[in-house]
């Protein structure tokens, strides 16, 4: 049985009883909910997911982003780096070439094409899918000018997202599909890429010096991030469904999500904006999952019962709420770092019961917020409270079927002829 919550006068009180009374009925009001309403309120699981952002589209024929020659300090040249970003494949495109002893692929994200060999017009990196579905990277190097490539093993599925990332650390290159290692190609020799080309950046296309247009994606694109460092394959496997508009070593990232106009926005000060060339079409995007935490529990409160104590608080508004985690300490401060109260089910109500305590004993609790996508809040305020033997006890039912019944109970009516005038209350 839980406690008579929250207004309770213990039975051993007298006047002290009706301080405590009126404290924590301020309390909850303050809290912005009555004794009643806490009772009756939960958020539990929604469902709901928020709603992706917008990507563009590519018509496969001629339309991309470009960058421009993106050079200088802050520009969007590397010497290690990763690439990656989310695509969908709708057709087919036009086959950009990167050179002799290149790649021949769709583009999906580049600076540089096939131009002449040994100069500041070399390919600094280039990302794309060949013909039969499957990653490729390229480079060329700052002393010959040659080709260093690398194909991956698994394949796309047309018509369905993909995220694709390539990394090169100065002689080794990495595919990830999926947030999964693909393919690993260690070259003969370090070989440093040609980080001071002058040939444009682009999304959807591969451009040289002058910026004119070499091959065409069909598909959508999204989340496009360039770094002038190697990110580890955890460093992906965590972060390649989730947005990141900033980040050490971050020189580009395109989220796509301006929805209309012809400027690709840039999440990285100082660093070079897109513009849409040839009309490619805004569309919705990839749908990201979410990685903000909902608001700690505000109002906790707790009351002491016979062995038991029960917590209560105002309940979340977000709408993708999961329910709530409840964790307990023999002293100050809480841990959440353990498993919760609760287990791996979180509460769905505003209200939980701890039982099988020990009259006499202070408990410590606070509580968190969960939402569908795994995300929890920061603690709320610590509450504390000592079970007493003396504090009674109350029913608390699930609003589903249980009740409790007196049967005919005449005793509760004059021989079943009706009450003309009663009184009835409750807590």
Known sequence: MAPKYPFRVPEHSTTSGSARLRRITRTLLAGAGVAIGLLLQSSGPSGQTAPAGTAVKFDGINDFVTFGPATGPNGLNATNFTLELWFRQDGAGVFASTGVGGVEAYPLVAKGRNETDGGNFDTNYFLGLDSAGRLVAD???????????????????????????????????????????????????PFQPRSDSI??????????????????????????????????????AQNHTLTITSGVGLIGRWGLDEGSGTVAGNSVPERPSGTLTNKPVWVGGFPFADATPPE???????????????????????????????????????????????????????????????????????????????????????????????SGAGMQFDGAGQYVTFGEAAGLGPGGLGVETFTIEAW
Not at 154 to 175: E, F, I, N, R
Not at 220 to 233: F, L, M, Q
Not at 353 to 364: A, E, K, P, Q, V
């Open 199 to 236: 040939q444009h950046a682009s999304i959807g296309a591969a451009l040289n010096s002058t910026g004119v247009r070499n091959g065409a994606f069909n598909g959508v694109i999204d989340e496009v991030r360039i770094w002038n460092v190697v990110r580890t394959a955890a460093e992906i």
């Open 296 to 390: 700690p529990p505000q109002g906790v409160v707790a009351d002491e019962g016979n062995g038991l104590l029960t917590l209560a608080w105002t309940p979340n508004t977000e709408t993708d709420l999961a329910g709530y985690n409840i964790y307990r300490s023999a002293f100050a401060p809480v841990a959440t770092t353990g498993t919760p109260l609760n287990g791996d089910t979180p509460v769905t109500s505003p209200i939980f019961t701890d039982r099988f305590l020990t009259n006499g004993s202070s408990y410590f609790y606070v509580v968190t917020a969960v939402d569908t996508s795994f995300n929890e809040s920061s603690p709320s305020i610590e509450v504390s409270a000592t079970p007493d033997f003396f």
């Open 139 to 189: 480079f060329e190097d700052m002393a010959t000018g040659k080709n260093h490539s690398i194909t991956g093993v698994g394949t796309v599925t047309p018509g369905s997202w993909h995220h694709a990332a390539a990394t090169y650390d100065g002689q080794t290159w990495k595919l990830y599909l999926d947030g999964n290692l693909d393919a690993e190609l260690t070259l003969p020799a």
